[in-house]
């Protein structure tokens, strides 16, 4: 079973908009990750942080984690019609060793 | 980075019949490979992971003589869909861990489609 919930589960921006998605997971965890998916496509590997990480940043994705909470946000600014895509979180921790939990997903359509 | 390729990337069989769809890892050597599922506008559901060499460990609810994984090689694993039935139409996706960077790669995916 999925032990993530994302939020929102679509979100539609004009281009030049900055999208912030969330990610709640329930277990301990040793990393989270996000990922792009296109339609019908595979995934593509966005960024990884560790649970003693709190932010992380990569060209315009920029990560938070907040292992209190434990949750997630992506925010990806001044976005482009490209970034059109479905996002998905996924997790890993101690007792799942590297197998992935991976969260619901949100659907983010970025108009022109 | 890191390439995993997936063969067929499509395939439409009949309702009875067996799929067999491979993983490779091109650039590096997988002891652990994992098979997805994902069906339209969902998440991606881990099936079983696949161990070189042993037998693969499969998620609760995965029927293991349905879905049969064989990692025969440091590079491949294959996963065969038996007696395939349209309920079984759906997106595998693999990926295989790389152990010196803690890191899955995941292949393009195979569209499966029972009629």
């Known amino acids: 079973s999925q032990q993530g919930e994302e939020d929102p589960q679509a979100l539609s921006i004009q281009e030049g908009e900055n999208a912030t998605m969330n990610c709640s997971y329930k277990t301990s965890i040793n990393n989270l990750q996000w990922y792009r998916q296109n339609s019908g496509r595979g995934l593509v590997h966005l960024i990884l942080i560790r649970s003693n990480e709190r932010e992380k940043h990569s060209g315009r994705l920029r990560v938070t984690l907040d292992t209190s909470k434990k949750s997630s946000s992506l925010l990806i600014t001044a976005s482009r019609a490209a970034d059109t895509a479905s996002y998905f979180c996924?997790?890993?921790?101690?007792?799942?060793?590297?197998?992935?939990?991976f969260g619901e997903g949100t659907q983010l359509t970025v108009n022109p | 980075g890191a390439v995993v390729s997936q063969h067929p990337s499509r395939v439409i069989c009949k309702s009875g019949t067996s799929v067999k769809i491979e993983c490779r890892s091109l650039?590096?050597?997988?002891?652990?490979m994992f098979w997805y599922r994902q069906f339209p506008k969902q998440s991606l559901m881990l099936m079983a992971t696949?161990?070189?060499?042993?037998?693969?460990?499969?998620e609760q609810g995965v029927e293991k003589d349905k879905f049969l994984i064989n990692h025969a090689s440091l590079t491949l694993s294959t996963l065969t869909v038996t007696s395939a039935h349209p309920e079984d139409s759906s997106f595998y996706i693999c990926s295989a861990f790389r152990d010196t960077f803690y890191e899955q790669y995941f292949g393009p995916g195979t569209r499966l489609t029972v009629t």
């Open positions: 696949s161990n070189e060499g042993s037998k693969a460990t499969y």
């Open positions: 650039d590096f050597q997988a002891t652990t």
């Open positions: 996924a997790t890993d921790g101690e007792t799942s060793g590297s197998r992935l939990t």
